[in-house]
């Protein structure tokens, strides 16, 4: 009796781990991890600038072509008024770049650049990625978006 | 005796069926019900005004260019319309691998309903609006195989006063050659180089204002809703599905694969089931035909085209033309890749991809599955494993999406 009670018990436990492995699974293949850094101010790479990005519009929609809002300061805070910004980027799961080619389009004061020329053609995680190239040097700010 | 065992048993048996609950065909989860509300037909925006084209939300435009669409005195055998291939009782398609017109071409004849949401043309994308998209095939010898002067003259002899209530007074054509053409025979060809720049620009306003008719007539044609429009709509409600937008068990598998783990959500996706972009996946080239490179050979026809949204036809400045001004011009991606095409109807009309090369749905799930190595490029599809019910349950689901 013990030992067919425990026979299914060990094929219950065994059957729920598979269940939760699955679900687990599932989860992790179609979502980007949960502590992905959603921020959207940092500092570049080498810090040599403190980065903030935003959406020109919000809420931020999959398929339409917008324009983001780069502001660039030094680590000081002194908003960084001649700077050339490059963008790149791409979905890091599906190992894609960019579906357009998103171009500053010029500085619009106080250290802000408007990126026109973006969309995000699929669900998902994405990643944007800002050259910066003013005269403190040329430094990188790669910010996550997820739609 | 056996009780704490029967106790602990049901206690797993039950947690498992909590989390299996997530996956219950009738349930959804959150981010599936948002997911399915957004390929709603009443998620789809109002069409936007098209700014190349002043004519495209006016009546007689759109009238004007229906009956230019079915004219088959438009080509150079008189046998050919617009609708030859773009048939009304066929979700304006042909039904055929290849289209056939004056001759057969090298693609697939693309459906029409709400194409003017889109901002590329043709598969490939190698036009930016509709109205560029519509004078092409007007002057390829396989299809209409006439020529721009030519369908000038017609204007001004056969549709003069239709034609002048929308675009105002034609030019003087009198002096005119018959054919000429820069995209026509060698003959064409060196007539239209003789003619003077002032005659040439005429020729080519009035042929891009037939473009623009008849794109002002295409912008009327939309989707109607669908058995899958009416089950999302009371998904979304919360109400349970009625009347024939009730789905079966294989139907909800389906859609669950479908913005799951099939993956086709990332680029089927929005209420007209496409990314409105262009992609590699891996579709095999038709023996016999030229190489098909898709993307990355129609980048510098668009952009040399003189009736793009820059051109100086186009009734938009350049900061309406951010399409083109910031569209994907090179690289590796563009390779061999073709434009997602909406999947409303597609079940009903084999066969698929851009030259037809797969002749039925079954075919296409297991190309999906197999995902086959591209002829150049990098394919993008992964390849998903379908069991036997999968596949049906896919192919149940995207019948669905059928008009009617």
Known sequence: MAGKSRTILIVAAGIAAIVIAGMLAMHFLSAPSDDLDLSRSKASAAGLYRVSVAPEAEPLRQGPLHSWIVTVATPDGAAVEDARITVDGGMPQHSHGLPTEPQSTGHIGDGRYRIEGVRFNMGGWWVLKFAIEAPAGRDEAEFNVVL | ?404
């Not at chain 2, 003789?194 to 005429?202: F, H, N, T, V």
Request: proline share 6%.
């Open chain 2, 1 to 404: 005796m056996e009780k704490p065992f029967r106790r602990i048993f049901r206690l797993v048996a039950l947690a498992a069926a909590l989390a299996l609950g997530a996956c219950k065909p009738s349930g959804f989860s959150e981010e599936e019900k948002r997911i399915i509300g957004q390929l709603r037909l009443s998620e789809l925006a109002k069409l936007q005004p098209d700014p190349t084209n002043r004519h495209a939300d006016e009546p007689l435009a759109a009238a004007f260019g229906a009956t230019l669409f079915f004219d088959t005195r438009l080509s150079s055998d008189g046998v050919v319309s617009c609708a030859t291939c773009h048939q009304i009782d066929n979700q304006f398609q042909d039904g055929l691998p290849l289209a056939r017109a004056i001759g057969i071409t090298d693609r697939r004849t693309m459906p029409l309903a709400d194409v003017a949401h889109g901002p590329w043309f043709f598969w490939d994308g190698r036009r930016d609006s509709l109205w560029a998209q519509a004078l092409v095939p007007l002057e390829e010898a396989r299809e209409h195989g006439g020529n721009r002067t030519a369908y000038a003259r017609m204007m001004a002899e056969r549709y003069r006063e239709r034609y002048e209530r929308i675009f105002g007074p034609l030019p003087d054509f009198s002096g005119l050659p018959e054919n000429a053409s820069p995209l026509g025979t060698e003959a064409e060809r060196a007539v239209w180089t003789a003619m003077g720049e002032a005659e040439r620009d005429a020729v080519d306003r009035v042929f891009s204002n037939i473009g623009k008719a008849i794109a002002a007539f295409e912008r009327t044609i939309a989707h109607g809703e669908t058995r899958f429009d009416r089950f999302a709509e009371a998904v979304v409600a919360g109400r349970e599905p009625e009347g024939d937008a009730r789905f079966s068990a294989l139907e909800i598998e389906g859609l669950k694969l479908f913005i799951g783990k099939a993956n086709c959500i990332d680029c089927h996706n929005g209420p007209r089931f496409t990314d409105d972009h262009f992609h590699n996946t891996g579709v095999p080239p038709v023996e016999g035909l030229p190489d098909d490179r898709g993307r990355a050979q129609a980048v510098a026809e668009l952009v040399g085209d003189p009736f793009n949204c820059l051109g100086k036809y186009s009734d938009a400045g350049p900061e309406a033309c951010e399409e083109l001004r910031f569209m994907r011009r090179d690289g590796a991606e563009l390779e061999r890749a073709f434009k997602t095409p909406s999947l409303r109807g597609a079940a009903a009309r084999p066969p698929y991809m851009h030259s037809g090369q797969i002749a039925t749905l079954e075919e296409v799930v297991d190309h999906y599955s197999r995902a086959p190595e591209a002829a150049s490029g990098q394919s993008e599809i992964g390849g998903v494993i379908f069991t036997d019910r999968g596949k049906a349950a896919l192919i149940a689901f995207l019948k669905t999406l059928d008009p009617g």
